[in-house]
């Protein structure tokens, strides 16, 4: 009972107040259709891909790019597409490697979702270059939608028909030309758990169907997934250690 004179208080809390914030979140749907969530401040637009710039060290054949801009086109050349400079501290078959076998690590973390590095890149002379893809749409793309993942037959290899069995192997990068039908590109090979080079020349394996469409694919990624991490380092380095890498 309050007395004459007395006033009503409430209690003193004990705790200490803190201001409350209010974080944007992006929505991002999969290429599964499930929904990926993450602050909207991890993230700026994917820059335009005129103003993309290989990393410093990149393997470039300076020569043959040269000839490409004397003739009009819009062309990096690369000395050997496996070469490509990449931002992780692994090999990059056993990045690969490790990711096929544990996609689930990439497709459930909205920030190993959206990771790109250098190596997942396509090009084509005529119509430039993209950014890198995003490794999580890269991997659906292998496994879920199979966009980017073929079977042709094996050369390595002869069955008991002495016929060349088919295999299936996952595109990892891709450039070339769309008039010479030139190409040079690196996929994943589960059976032997390697990186595989196709080429138009000098190679046991050749790319399916036409180069253009294999790259137009990897664009649709960066379409549909038009954002870039602000500050990948540490979001790699937990990757790494997800994965068993690091």
């Known amino acids: 009972m309050v007395g004459p004179g007395s006033s009503s208080r409430p209690p003193k809390s004990s705790g200490t107040r803190t201001k409350e914030t209010i974080m ?4 991002i749907t999969t290429l599964r259709g499930e929904t990926l969530e993450l602050p909207s401040t991890d993230l700026h637009p994917l820059p335009s891909t005129a103003d993309y710039r290989f990393p410093q060290g990149t393997d470039i054949d300076e020569a043959k790019t040269e000839q490409s801009a004397q003739i009009g086109e819009n062309a990096l050349h690369f000395n050997d597409p496996c070469s490509l400079k990449t931002d992780l501290p692994v090999n990059q078959r056993e990045f690969v490697q490790a990711v096929y076998e544990r996609p689930e690590i ?3 973390n909205p920030h190993y979702y959206l990771y790109r590095d250098p190596f997942f ?6 119509l430039g270059s993209t950014k890198p893809v995003a490794l999580g749409p890269l991997v659906e793309s292998w496994l879920y939608t ?7 037959p094996d050369r390595r290899y002869l069955d008991e028909q002495n016929e060349h ?3 299936s192997f996952y ?3 891709a450039g070339g030309s769309p008039l010479s039908g030139k190409h040079s590109a690196i996929c994943y090979d589960p059976k032997e758990k390697s990186l595989i080079h196709f080429g138009a020349t000098g190679s046991l394996f050749h790319l399916p169907g036409k180069l253009i469409s294999w790259v137009e694919k990897f664009k649709s ?10 500050n990948q380092a540490p979001i790699r380095y937990r990757l790494l250690l997800d994965l068993g890498l690091n």
């Open 221 to 230: 990624l960066n379409e549909r997934f038009p954002w870039e991490l602000r």
């Open 24 to 27: 944007d979140t992006l929505s």
């Open 121 to 126: 890149y396509s090009g084509l002379m005529y």
């Open 146 to 152: 199979g966009d980017l993942s073929f079977q042709v």
């Open 165 to 167: 069995p088919l295999t």
């Open 171 to 173: 595109l990892v990068n």
């Open 106 to 108: 990439v497709l459930n």
